[in-house]
């Protein structure tokens, strides 16, 4: 079964600073896709930002990129230039591109430091 | 465009009660998803509806839980009877299609639930 690890369950970040949130996952398939969602408090979740897995070239969205690392199976998110909106729970996400379930980590709480 | 409906946005129950949830999502999406998130944990699938058709139900415990989407449009999740581990959000999420495919979901606001 795929499983995906999310290793920080809290991380903080001064307003205007970088930070990166950490994810693995373990799969044996070689074509699926990853997803970073954001769910702010009382809020809908959203995407964020998604890679597929046959894609060299790491996803990015304007504040918001990724360092995808297949080989070693780790998929970070790196946001930039934090901004207070950004606090939520972050969650990573994996499926597998012939597959129904979406897979989620335990999420990493983050917190935007004014 | 009107996103993903849901309702309630709060239920407390006791226990050993029944319990249903709406869900109405958004206008031509074929895939319908709900997820059970429980505090401290990510969102874990319980059943996919594709069109008014099961595509997975693996970890629905069908005991106490069922789901229907009539006409393939709006759908309600049903536990009954609740238990105290049911304490959950339960959150409904669409997309255009699921299988073989990507497309993204769309969530909803989800549902808390306390079971006392």
């Known amino acids: 079964a795929q499983t995906v690890t999310q290793s920080q369950p809290e991380m903080s970040v001064q307003e205007a600073e970088t930070v990166t949130l950490s994810c693995t996952y373990d799969?044996?398939?070689?074509?699926?896709?990853l997803f970073w969602y954001k769910q702010p408090p009382s809020r809908q979740m959203i995407l964020v930002i998604r890679?597929?897995?046959?894609?060299?070239q790491n996803a990015t969205e304007n504040r918001f990129s990724v360092n995808f690392q297949k080989a070693a199976k780790s998929f970070s998110l790196k946001i930039s230039d934090s901004q207070l909106g950004d606090a939520a729970m972050y969650f990573c996400?994996?499926?597998?591109?012939?597959?129904?379930?979406?897979?989620f980590g335990t999420g990493t709480s983050l917190t935007v430091i004014p | 465009e009107a996103g993903v409906a849901q309702s309630p946005r709060y239920k407390i129950i006791e226990k050993r009660q029944s319990v249903a949830f709406w869900c109405n999502p958004i206008?031509?999406?074929?895939?319908l998803y709900w997820y059970q998130q429980i505090l401290g944990q990510g969102p874990k699938l319980l059943i996919q509806?594709?069109?008014?058709?099961?595509?997975?139900d693996s970890q629905l415990p069908k005991d106490r839980f069922s789901a229907e989407r009539l006409k393939g449009v709006d759908s309600t999740l049903k536990i009954q009877p609740a238990k105290l581990e049911d304490s959950a959000v339960y959150l409904c999420?669409?997309?255009?299609?699921?299988?073989?495919?990507?497309?993204?979901?769309?969530f909803g606001p989800g549902t808390r639930l306390t079971v006392l």
């Open positions: 999420a669409s997309s255009l299609m699921g299988w073989r495919s990507y497309n993204e979901q769309f």
């Open positions: 799969t044996s398939e070689s074509d699926y896709y």
């Open positions: 890679q597929e897995a046959y894609k060299q």
């Open positions: 996400a994996y499926k597998r591109a012939d597959g129904n379930q979406f897979y």
């Open positions: 206008s031509g999406h074929a895939t």
């Open positions: 509806f594709q069109n008014n058709g099961v595509v997975d």
